[in-house]
C-alpha cells in the first residue's frame, strides 16, 4: 500500500497543457503576459495542491481506499515495490 494525492492526473495534464498553449499565445503580445499567465498557473496548482486529500493504493491491484484513515507506515509510491506488483 502506498498513499498519493487524489487528483486525476489526465487533468492535471490537461491544465498544464491549457497554460501552455495559452502562455504561448501570449508571448506573441508580451513576455509579461506570458510569465503571468505561466504565475497564474503555479498559484492554481498550489491552491489545488493543498485542498485535495491523500489516498491510500494498493501496489497490486490499484485499488483505492478514500473513506478510511491512513496507516502512518504506508509511504509514498516505490518504484522498486511497484515493479513487482
Not at 33 to 59: K, M, P
Not at 73 to 80: K, T
Request: some cysteine.
Amino acid at each position: 500500500m502506498f498513499i498519493r494525492k487524489d487528483f486525476p492526473q489526465r487533468l492535471g495534464v490537461a491544465v498544464v497543457v491549457v497554460f501552455g498553449l495559452v502562455a504561448i499565445y501570449c508571448f506573441t503580445f508580451s513576455v509579461l503576459i506570458a510569465w503571468s499567465v505561466l504565475a497564474a498557473a503555479v498559484l492554481i496548482d498550489l491552491f489545488v495542491y493543498a485542498l485535495i486529500g491523500r489516498v491510500t493504493t494498493c501496489y497490486a491491484c490499484r485499488a483505492e481506499y478514500r473513506k478510511c484513515p491512513l496507516n502512518p507506515a504506508h509511504e509514498g509510491l516505490d518504484l522498486a515495490t511497484s515493479e513487482k506488483y
